[in-house]
């Protein structure tokens, strides 16, 4: 079975992408391309087609661009998104030759310095054969936050208290909840200060592509501030929940470079626990300091995880990818 692949602007050929993924088991995926694909194009998204001889589209496999902050310089990584490749198409050769097209022109632009994703089994086997190496894992942590079972919330209270003892950590302030509908996120826009993390600039576009429905009732920016409301903050959590089963999803973290977790985390929990969570998540690299900070804090991992895949395309991208403790992302900056 012949095919051919072409590098295309996703909008022009919206429908026929839309119709490869509903026609394999993606509902959900037209919302989705109208919530996420023309930001992505602004930005320098592009997609790549695979047709077979009949001109049908059987593969596809999109770019989005998302800059980052590392240390004292902007560095732009290339998400690769919504990988996918038609039933009789799904051989090694069809599908290594739509990623390393992919690759290759992405490196001939020039403005990307690095290429990252988190696929499943089967697509990074492909991808490891296509100038991308695995460089860490990602994962889902969770946090117990209370129950409705007295004996069960006091072990949990217990689990707190004891993540904070080895270190003596003082609990921070309460937040101050601003829901996400009602004030503008700019100030958490652009990472703060110098840091050597790699720490993703936002955007409402972003926001809004990644969290359907993006502001509604149940997102809020948690802010915190040093020295009480008055003065400016120190940190801003964006928390999705809690859901009607109780789970709260954090999915952004912006604070100044030298702030603990352990400082926030305290008084996030008790505001959650006021409002009826009973479990607060989060996906973000397992080997990262981030995570290491969320464990530290209380979070345990999930067995839920998927590797991140990547290749570097500049020097700056090879430092980054050398780099992969230092990765401060979350669940907004991946593909699933």
Known sequence: MGFTITTVNPLDHADEIKQLFVAHGRPEFPGFFARAYEPAVRAGGVSWLGRDDAGQVVMHVGCFPRRFRFGTRDVVGGLLVNALVAESYR???????????????????????????????????????????????????????????????????????????????????????????????????????????????????????RLEGY?????????????????????????????????????????????????????????????????LQIVTVAESELAAELRRAGFLARRDAASVIAAPLTPAGEAVLGAVRQWEITDLDCDR
């Open 91 to 209: 051989s090694f050769f069809p599908a290594r030759a739509l990623m390393r097209r992919a690759r290759g022109d992405i490196e001939a632009r020039g403005d990307i310095d690095f290429l990252y994703t988190d696929p499943n089994d089967q697509a990074r086997a492909v991808l490891e054969v296509s100038g991308f190496r695995r460089i860490g894992t990602l994962a889902r942590l969770v946090l117990p936050v209370g129950d409705r079972r007295w004996l069960v919330d006091g072990a949990i209270r217990l689990l707190h208290a004891r993540a904070r003892l080895p270190r003596r950590v003082r609990a921070g302030p309460d937040p101050t909840p601003c829901r996400a509908a009602e004030h503008s996120a700019a100030a958490f826009e652009a990472p703060w200060g110098d840091s050597p993390r790699l720490r993703p600039h936002y955007g409402s576009a972003l926001f809004a592509a």
């Open 215 to 279: 502001p509604g009732p149940r997102d809020t920016w948690f802010t915190f501030s040093q020295n009480g409301g008055g003065s400016a903050p120190t940190a801003g959590l964006l928390v999705r929940g809690p859901d009607p089963s109780g789970v709260a999803t954090l999915h952004a973290i912006r604070r100044e470079p030298e702030l603990s977790l352990g400082y926030v985390i305290p008084g996030l929990v008790r505001t959650l626990r006021a409002a009826g969570c009973t479990r």
